[in-house]
């Protein structure tokens, strides 16, 4: 009879390959000790800042008899599905196939094991593996192992040495797995009778940041759940633990959830001093946003242990950090919660990788995550009424705070100011309150007009978007013509309808892009302050709005500093200020008697000090029969038909990002020279 043989390769591959990082090979390691109920779980590094050094794994477990080393231990690649009994501590266990437990072995050159099991008090079971003996062996079944029975007065557990191991870990290593090992069983619940213990110098303080718990200083504590019905329930409690919203199931979603019984918690922080020094606590915001920046994320535990990669720094399988960009004002990130999935997955429905970076993703586990996103979604609208309703609670108030306030002012000058001065305080306040009174007026002026423009905005945005599939069709009807006239009509297509259909073709394209402008604009990113690259906006705009120019004959000429600038602000300022400009140039040009031929327009971008010039410069008529000091007007223009807002905007949008813009009649091409000044940040 004749067997599949096994090349010793194949064990430096799966080892190495299927678990590339070595601290999830010791996680692995660990992962067996809680299967094999152990209460604690010891790493030890010795001299593993150099090669050569060792590393031991030690439990309190209930340790291997000789069959269990033979038939369990030794045996790789065999799943555990069918043996998912729980064991005496109730765990479900979650080793797998033994391929991570491979990979840490494989560390060192040679690996001890001592086991004592708990059915045998007083006995203890070794064996050792030396990798060299697998370098000349043909099969793997040519290497026996040898395992001693001794007698021990140590108690029930087992330990493994790796030795002489072939990579050191750095400082960066031994904290990222101090930070694992804290990480892996929920250190957060006091139930999980797992404790984990690395002897490395970078432990005690790490352990120290993770092992606080500011729970009772979150703004907001969700808590959600599934049951084994696929039926979700939502609470989300406020910081004294009041419930102050609840979802059923269809609030959250309208079909069951098809994964395994889940709990979900998250515990959301606002991390502003006013918040910390509001409640009275006894943290300051910066302790809880160290210890945030240790924990902060939300992780997924599987039958009592963490799976990675999620909830690791770098990951974000929940999207909070995308859902925050697009409403940073209530949506959390993953610095500003921390929260745990909580899955014990008994019919196996979740699968993990070979690799035992995460889970593969397959029905359960994308319904587990969509589970938890519907909940974030629910929770965020629910915090935006919260919002609103906070926002006209103000609204009505700011009046009546007014009148009160105005109402203490007379009572204190007439107690306390004596009646020959009353007169001229009273005249004096009655003048700050015009003041105030005509700065209030100028600036719901302004509100009303942004509030129209903004109206016009997602106005022209819709009929944009509901005019997109229309203008594609007509560029693909033109398509059709061309076909099929040059088909019927053959080489007296070009003489009679080449130019007519070239030209539909042209301009449905311009309509299209048309289209697309506004959608552009009003993106919501774009509003997020921030550092904005200047040349990037630029470009953008430029190619935006290229058709109009080659449409309206009009060469371009960019003329960068080279460098990247970059100033802070939001790109949907500065795209007002540089698309109003380009539109002005535009309609110079349109203009009756203006010029027809050889028009140009130059966008210029210099260093001056620690400031940034954007110039931009056309060879039209110039500015004529207005103020130079009224071109900033609302509603002033020299345009027939024109809304006098374009410059007003520009005007604006370049106070609100600090700088100064200035205007020449005319410039050194012959037209209108626009100048904004901008305080650079970095080039």
């Known amino acids: 009879m004749m067997h599949f043989k096994f090349s010793p390769k194949i064990l430096q591959r799966l080892g190495e390959e299927l678990v590339p990082n070595p601290d999830q090979g010791i996680i692995e390691l660990v992962k067996n000790s809680y299967d094999a109920d152990a209460t604690e779980c010891t790493v030890e590094l010795i001299k593993t800042s150099a090669i050569g050094g060792s590393i031991i794994i030690s439990d309190n477990g209930v340790g291997m008899d000789k069959d269990a080393i033979s038939e369990g231990w030794l045996v790789l690649g065999r799943s555990k599905k069918a043996n998912r009994e729980v064991t005496q501590l109730g765990r479900l266990p979650v080793g797998n196939k033994g391929l991570g437990r491979l990979a840490a072995l494989q560390m060192g050159s040679q690996v001890f094991l001592k086991t004592r099991p708990k059915d045998e008090p007083g006995i203890e079971y070794s064996l050792t593996i030396n990798w060299d003996d697998f370098q000349e062996a043909d099969v793997v079944e040519d290497v026996p192992f040898d395992v001693q029975k001794s007698s021990t007065n140590q108690r029930q557990g087992t330990d493994i040495i790796v030795s002489n191991i072939k990579n050191i870990f750095n400082k960066r290593d031994l904290q990222r797995l101090a930070r694992e090992l804290l990480l892996l069983a929920d250190p957060f619940d006091n139930h999980a009778g797992f404790r984990l213990k690395l002897i490395a110098p970078e432990f005690s303080e790490i352990e120290k940041q993770v092992n606080n718990a500011y729970f009772d200083d979150a703004e907001y504590h969700l808590q959600a ?314 470009d953008d705009i430029v190619e935006l709005f290229q058709s109009f120019f080659d449409e309206g004959n009009i060469q371009v000429i960019k003329e960068k500093v080279d460098t990247q600038p970059c100033i802070y602000g939001s790109d949907a300022l500065l795209e007002a200020i540089i698309t109003n400009l380009l539109t002005n140039v535009i309609n110079v040009f349109n203009i009756a008697g203006g010029r027809i031929e050889e028009r140009q327009v130059v966008i210029r971008t210099a260093i001056q000090g620690s400031n940034l010039i954007i110039k931009v410069l056309d060879n039209g008529s110039g500015i004529l029969n207005i103020k130079i000091d009224e071109i900033w007007l609302p509603g002033k223009t020299t345009r027939e038909g024109g809304t006098g807002l374009g410059l007003t905007i520009v005007k604006d949008s370049v106070t609100d990002l600090g700088g100064s813009v200035d205007v020449i009649p005319k410039s050194e091409l012959g037209g209108a020279e626009f100048i904004v000044e901008l305080t650079l940040i970095r080039e």
């Open 225 to 538: 759940s599934i049951n084994e019905l696929g039926i979700a329930e939502v609470n989300l409690l406020d910081w004294q633990n009041n419930v102050i919203f609840q979802a059923k199931h269809s609030d959250i979603s309208q079909e069951l959830y098809k994964t395994p019984a889940t709990k979900f918690e998250l515990w959301v922080f606002f991390l502003n001093p006013q918040t910390f020094s509001a409640r009275k606590t006894s943290v300051s915001f910066t302790q809880v946003r160290e210890w945030l920046g240790q924990v902060g994320n939300v992780r997924l535990y599987h039958r009592g242990l963490r799976v990675k990669p999620y909830g690791d720094q770098d990951d974000d399988w929940l999207n909070l950090n995308y859902a925050r960009a697009r409403n940073p004002e209530v949506r959390p990130s993953t610095k500003t919660v921390i929260g745990r999935v909580i899955v014990n997955d008994p019919e196996d429905m979740l699968l993990q990788k070979t690799d035992r970076l995460g889970f593969i993703e397959n029905e359960a586990f994308l319904e587990l995550k969509r589970f938890a996103i519907d909940v974030l979604e629910w929770m965020a609208k629910e915090r935006l009424k919260v919002t609103e309703t906070q926002r006209q609670r103000v609204k009505q108030q700011v009046p009546r705070d007014i009148t009160q306030a105005k109402a203490r002012i007379e009572e204190v000058i007439e107690a306390e100011v004596p009646q020959e001065s009353r007169p001229k305080v009273l005249e004096a306040v009655q003048q700050y309150e015009n003041v105030t009174e005509n700065q209030t007026k100028v600036l719901r002026d302004d509100l009303q007009l942004y509030r129209s423009l903004a109206t016009a905005g997602t106005t022209a945005a819709v009929f944009a978007h509901e005019s997109g599939k229309p203008v594609t069709a007509i560029e693909i009807i033109a398509r059709i013509i061309e076909t099929k006239a040059k088909e019927f009509m053959g080489e007296k297509y070009e003489q009679y309808l080449g130019e007519p259909v070239k030209k539909l073709s042209q301009v449905s394209k311009s309509l299209l892009r048309f289209s697309n402008f506004p959608l552009h604009l009003l993106k919501r990113e774009k509003r997020r302050s921030g550092v904005v690259d200047v040349h990037k906006v630029i």
